[in-house]
Structure formats: structure tokens, C-alpha cells
């Protein structure tokens, strides 16, 4: 069992910077690859991007590429988000989730999520 606590949102400007921490506890956060999902109001959760479990790779999704950062320190069981450049679009609530396979992008290959993050970037 891991619970995980996401924290860091917030309401931005357009070209401001956010870094999105997901804090776990219970089993060794090192046990699994993890994830950052989204869900903006009335669409579908969406993946954002995921690091294995030794954080030596990566996966995005193509319109965060270049502007998000995944990245994890085991030792202290947290996974980041790093969001620079944000715009009106990367607008939602934003979850970190766990799985037992790097790199999945639908959310039903996770087993276990958080409670979410508001993530509010105006224009």
C-alpha cells in the first residue's frame, strides 16, 4: 500500500514556473515508476508524464516536452513535477500516481493515486 500527497499548486501567470511535489508514504516510493496525470474541468484524465523507477528515463506527453521536468529522489520517497513556461491550457488538477510499469499512459495501468493538485495558470 502507498498513499501519496500531492502539493505545490497554485494560481499563476502565463511564463511562470511551478514544481509540483508528490509525497509518499508507506511501501518504498523506489518500488514503482511513477506518473503525473491532469484533468482540466469536463475532459478525460490525461497522462503528462512518468520516470522509471531509478529516474534514469523519462516519458512526456508532446505538448510538455521541453517545458516539464519528471524527476523523483527515493531517498526522500518524492516525486516532482518541475512546469516552467505554463500556459492558460496546462490549466488542472493535477495527480501523481504509481505503477508497477514505467511509461503507461492510461491511468487504469496505476494502482495507487493522489488526491490531486489545483494547478490555475491565467492569461
Known amino acids: 500500500q502507498v498513499e501519496l500527497v500531492e502539493s505545490g499548486g497554485g494560481l499563476v501567470q502565463a511564463g511562470d514556473s511551478l514544481r509540483l511535489s508528490c509525497a509518499a508514504s508507506?511501501?518504498?516510493?523506489?518500488?514503482?515508476?511513477m506518473g503525473w496525470f491532469r484533468q482540466a474541468p469536463g475532459k478525460q484524465r490525461e497522462f503528462v508524464a512518468a520516470?522509471?523507477?531509478?529516474?534514469?528515463?523519462?516519458r512526456y506527453l508532446d505538448s510538455v516536452r521541453g517545458r516539464f521536468t519528471i524527476s523523483r529522489d527515493n531517498a526522500l520517497n518524492t516525486v516532482y513535477l518541475q512546469m516552467n513556461s505554463l500556459k492558460p491550457e496546462d490549466t488542472a488538477v493535477y495527480y501523481c500516481?504509481?505503477?508497477?510499469?514505467?511509461?503507461?499512459?492510461?491511468?487504469?495501468?496505476?494502482?495507487?493515486w493522489g488526491q490531486g493538485t489545483q494547478v490555475t495558470v491565467s492569461s
Open positions: 520516470v522509471s523507477r531509478s529516474g534514469g528515463n523519462t
Open positions: 500516481a504509481a505503477s508497477r510499469l514505467f511509461g503507461m499512459v492510461l491511468p487504469t495501468n496505476y494502482d495507487y
Open positions: 508507506g511501501r518504498t516510493l523506489s518500488t514503482y515508476a
